[in-house]
């Protein structure tokens, strides 16, 4: 273990002495920001793991920030719009000019700002070249903005957004081009939004957005105009391993809470951890966890020595969202009918983990996109 | 088809004209009684399908009720109480004197009144031999109530409650005996009860009882004391069926909502439903939502016979869960990251088809029967 | 159960007394023809079945047949040419000539003589539309037969074939013409064919053939020329459920030969049957197997009413081959490492029950036209 | 990658390019001895791996070996035996005296000898407590052997055997004594074998024993007497290494030969790979066969370090089985009719990675020991 892995370790261990899994429930049944957490997160460092000293960072590699995750998420306090700031923040660092990075990067380390990230429309799905807002520059500079999206994490509560939009119409000779990437002001003029219902008891709102004519200023564009899907791209390997990270730690949670129920049922004498039924197939979520683990962490060891890892994270993805599947299930049938009762804090992981087959990406594509890197067969969808 | 089942079949589609599923979906969402739907069910007589005329009913075998949930749920028309309903009159039809019959059975015809169902305790689950809720006789012979009882549905908007309790204590050489079953007025002093929190968007709030020195009249009991298991027993295959009825109906639902989109969506150009990885998982579901509604069937005409179906139905019980749960699954896997939006109306079923793989009771009780009375392997819990 | 029923019923039963598994099994281990297995065929008229009295047959319906199978297949008597004669008859009986019927079908009756079935070549699979054996009509009427078949069961030993063969090219206006059906000597010069190794321990041979340059006399030809996809697909629903028959059967042999065993192994002490992981999927497999005899059933009795049954006998399809498979596995899991002992004869069902997932039709072709047929989703393959 | 390692790819891939698949398929479906493999194994020093100098080895650690294992069967190049010999090698570096090392090792390097390995027997399976063949101490020093052995690997090709036998009876006060490991020369009077028909196609054959009245010299035991099963356990971590080699390995292999296939195979005019039920589960056999890959390397550098690994190598089992099974089944699936055609030589990968899940050890024993360490869940068998 790195001298800045066992500071991370000590940083979540303190977290968890003070922050207990009940409040973040609470705040996720109320639909309630868990500013106890996020408190935390500020006052400890975390927040400000993974940016530069230089922008008032605390510096880090991505497998310290996958290490946290992946501690908070096995006592599940979870804090969704932490990772939403880290992949906002991405593209900031490695795009963006320097005065944007002065400007922008600081507050989000220290909790007074952070990002809400906008790419998901109803009718693009995982296929980003398929996003309708867009983005068209005027005679002055600025951008005038229109369209929407939806599943935005905290977006009202946010004061900045990343936003993608289309700067130029659909180029079938480069289907790359044509998109941009923009920090937008949360507060301008012609922006509205309105809360969706997410069954997911999760703290943060997650909000469905209008952008009506807004006017964004010159400066407000990421990088270079029309190269926002390589943007994007660039920091996918990184998103798909924090999301990683929360699959592993959920799943470790809910197989510590089913395995500390197995071994106190006992509507027939023994406990139900006993029959094979119930301890089988806990034991085999635990060892893909592992297993999913393992890939995990290595995968950032490649990331952060600079080597390619397009291929282990898709492997990553699947395995954690699977493994944190297969725990969820098992939990809720070792709780029986228990397990639907809301109070028991079982059901939001269920929920969780079949989300998390489908986002931030669907595992179908994922799959696909394996079997043409890894076994060479043709595109499938 | 029969004449009766052209009957209901009739009802169910006048109900199905008038009453939506956005408006019971709502209900659910809100904890709201769905009014309008008990209104159908009291104006077109469904509620009083299974009772005899003479108690004010419009008789109709097992198959026809079940026919009748069957079809109501394949529009994702729930009414949980309606089956709670069902489930209570039964024991008093074939165990309560004429008295009893005559006071309580007429007014569950009319909606009048209605009958919750209290069995499940905090610590039996699946093994009704363990309960503690207590009903001691009084040498005036009344019942003395004590224990309290947890997921029962509706209890408080009930008129009465069938409620399980122990009359004497548990005999070692012969578990069978000691339970008793009684008819309660819910306004009875010394009642309480909690509402649970239960995250299955269902109109109906569960609730945690409590019972304080409640004092039963002696006319309360029902059958004969201390054979309550027997006449419990009597009533599960009906069970079974009702709520394989509901297994079916709703896992049709949400394929054909599954279908639905999957025809429309096309982020890459070409519909889901052209992939296979959503396409065969469908019809896998749908094959064995057919394979479990035959069997359902069937066991409800051997049942209307008067053969044994213990095999049957809970060969149903496995079929008709696992295939509801199929259906959930792809469903929930192809709305993608819609799946988790409350207003989809995707999630609730969901959730409702893992719950019923452990309730009303657990898969794995049900395949230890069939291990035993089909193949004759030795107990195995 | 009908008259006829009974009486097939009896027959099975007077055939299982004088032939056991364990002579089967060993003609199979040896590639042997199971002589006494087919003269109890032909002693007790089963093999007669299904075909008109007026050519020799016993008459009978298809559920009549379909019953013999499941039930000699529950002792593992298999005998597949018989099933080979059945499929063959069938398009005689339906489109050929009065002189044609009673010169080929006669002697199906009594065993004298037997077809073999030609169709699959190795690169057309499930396609037939792509194969490549010509029979190309000469002046003087009769057709020269080119090209080559694989996987022809016992062609050698049979006396006949019906063969498929494409009588003009592949018309891209009208696919479904151009391939017509024919009844081959099979000692005809020009005809070749050798054995191939097929590991499945079953009785009958299957070759690869090659026709060079055969000549078909002009009656050869079965049904109209051009028009042999419809003649193969009349009977292809008959197929299905022949199929399921075997697969229903065998998967209630191993369950009952894995059930033996997990009640007397017992390396820890207790019985392996008492083990959940054990006797659970043994349930499970139980319960899938009934549901798809009874869909089985069902369709068999709505095919003898004359009534559609192409979305039932593809379901059966995949029920059956997935319930054998279920079976065979934990068949193989229970038998442990004495599974691949092929003494332990468990082994030749473990890899018939995947061979008939993907033959003769693979399950991947038939989810896709469920999915098209009982869900409206679009083609997708 | 380190110079050991580096030095066994290239030993691999010399034997690699001078021996192929198809000899080594060819030696198995005839049951032969692979003499030309053999000879590389022993030409090329890989079967002097993991021995010491001293007794003619070449040293090498652990992972040497699993990665040799690993390199070949991605080619399917099996040599079971080697194993065997590797497995049998192990108690007699850890345990045997100096004179036996000197006398029974250095033969085992170059190919003179070698050892199999007798433990299992019919009724005792997994549980080698229940073993009942027994090697009495006689007066003058020796050992009466009586009893017999199942599934012995080449017992009479090789010219000793490292046998398991009770020396004293069964202790109820400590359960893991009685037990002692002794080498017996395979051609002592009193031994006799039958060979057994094992389907796996495997070029060795498996032979049922049976000692009758078999002297064995004093210095036949290895280790103290009665010590017996702590000396098996304390390579039992290796033997599921080298299993799990195996099985990775030829996990790739079949996983090749599908994808190669799926790319060209095109009954409908695209090739089936482009098919997602084809092309996914290849990728998730692939994602899992490379976890089960990581934690099994590593695994191997932690067991070189001398820590602790029993939990981790019981999860590669896990994890390395039930990857190639998938693998395999995919394979078949993909390979449709084809797949039972031996000379496609997919059919016998199929039948050893449903065996390798309940061989040298079940799987289900293996999850309750990860239940019971990893979750502290309680014994459940």
Known sequence: MSESQAAVREICDAIIKRVDRAYVAECGRKNEFPQKLWDM??????????????????????????????????????????????????????YATQAQKERYLPPTATGEEFFSFGITEPDSGTNTFKIKTTAIRQPDGTFLLNGGKTYQTAFLESSHCLLVARTS??????????????IVDTTLPGISATPMSIGMYLPEQQYQTYFDNVVLPADSLVGEEGKGLSILFSSLNSERLLVAAMNVGQADYVLKRAAEYAKVRAPFGVPIGSYQSIAHPMARAKTYVEAARLMMYQACDKHDRGESVGLD????????????????????????????????????????????TVAPVNNQIVLSFIAEKALGLPKCY
Do not use: C
């Open 41 to 94: 997160w500020v006052d400890t460092g975390l927040l400000s793991m993974g940016l530069p000293e230089e922008f008032g960072g605390a510096g880090g590699s991505l497998k310290d920030i996958v290490l946290a995750l992946d501690l908070l998420h096995r006592e599940a306090l979870l804090l969704p719009i932490a990772v939403t700031n880290f992949m906002s923040r991405e593209p900031i660092m490695h």
């Open 169 to 182: 119409p659909l180029d079938s000779e480069d289907r790359t081009h044509g998109i941009s990437v923009f």
């Open 313 to 356: 994270v898709n492997m990553v993805k699947i395995l954690s969202s699977e493994a944190f599947k297969m725990a969820a299930e098992i939990a809720m049938t070792t709780f029986g009918g228990a397990g639907v009762d809301v109070s028991q804090d079982i059901l939001p992981f269920y929920i969780a983990a079949q989300n998390n």
